[in-house]
């Protein structure tokens, strides 16, 4: 009886460690695919950590393809929300729960329902270092120098995703400008 009580205790333990919430199961998802999850998860972890306040990186990083059972652990001794985020293992285990559902409906309204009722990735994302824009107002000078945060791969507003297509745009219009000089330099020489 003991013995059964420090074997319940034990996986007790490592389960709180990791973050181990499959709706699937592993064997339903190609051995490929899996691997594919577990290589993304584990690519994901460290940066993850370097979001979290008071850590330099992964303290402990694995994740098990079989199983689907994966362990990120920040230097901090805590571990990220990783549903939070795409290319993490919970976000993989959510889309193919939904994928799997979709296929035992017979109707459009019960697929629809699939994916709507079980969003996967952030529906709140917690934010992490972006400075406000200062404005004209004295408490605004003050507000400049504070930080707010936005999870990687969302927006705080709209207008983010407007800006941030007219700087990759200007990126692009000075690369073609740059080659451009090559090109008539080198037509040029010629």
Known sequence: MLSTLLVVLASAATMARGQYAPTINPDSVDLTDRQSWCNAQISSCPILCLQ???????????????TLYYVCECSNGLSPNASQYSQTMP??????ANN?????CADSTCQSA??????????????VNVTTK????PSAK???????????????ATGDATRLLAGDMGNVYGLCVLV??????????M
């Open 100 to 104: 799997q559902c979709v296929s035992k």
């Open 180 to 189: 451009g000089g090559f090109v008539v330099g080198f037509a040029a020489l």
């Open 134 to 137: 200062p404005s004209a107002t």
């Open 142 to 156: 003050v507000a400049a120098n504070t930080t707010t945060s936005v999870a990687l791969g969302t927006s705080t």
């Open 91 to 96: 976000y993989f285990i959510c889309t193919e």
């Open 52 to 66: 979290m306040p008071n850590t330099t990186g992964a303290l402990i990083n694995s994740c098990s393809p079989n």
């Open 114 to 127: 699939c994916r709507s009722d079980h969003p996967c990735g952030a529906q709140n994302p917690v934010r």
